[in-house]
Nanobody, 123 residues
């Protein structure tokens, strides 16, 4: 069983940056694909970014070029650096872990989830 705890959310202005962190415990962190998802009010949960255990990264189209996912396997932590934030980035951001080796984009592939952290971008 893997426990995930996100941190780093907050209220920022358009154009600002934020860095989210997700600390994992209770499992072999390096064996999981780690992902970030987000869910805005009234919308479905959306894939944001993922990183495979070998460091390969991939992104959703709406954040490509602005967000960067990274992981520190020694510290059991995954990060999401968010730059050039827009009001449409406002959402609850979730960290998730998926067993396996693929470039998973579907939330159905992810077995463990954090509780989420709110990111609000004002215009």
């Amino acid at each position: 069983q893997v426990q995930l705890v996100e941190s780093g959310g907050g209220l920022v202005q358009a154009g600002d940056s934020l860095r989210l962190s997700c600390a994992a415990s209770g499992g072999t962190f390096s064996s999981y694909v780690m992902g970030w998802f987000r869910q805005a009010p009234g919308k479905e949960r959306e894939f944001v970014a993922g990183t495979r255990r070998d460091g390969i990264t991939y992104y959703g189209d709406s954040v490509k070029g602005r967000f960067t996912i990274s992981r520190d396997n020694a510290k059991n932590t995954v990060f999401l650096q968010m730059n050039s934030l827009k009001p449409e980035d406002t959402a609850v951001y979730y960290c998730a872990a998926a067993p396996g080796w693929g470039l998973f984009r579907s939330e159905l592939s992810y077995k463990f989830w954090g509780q989420g952290t709110q990111v609000t971008v004002s215009s």
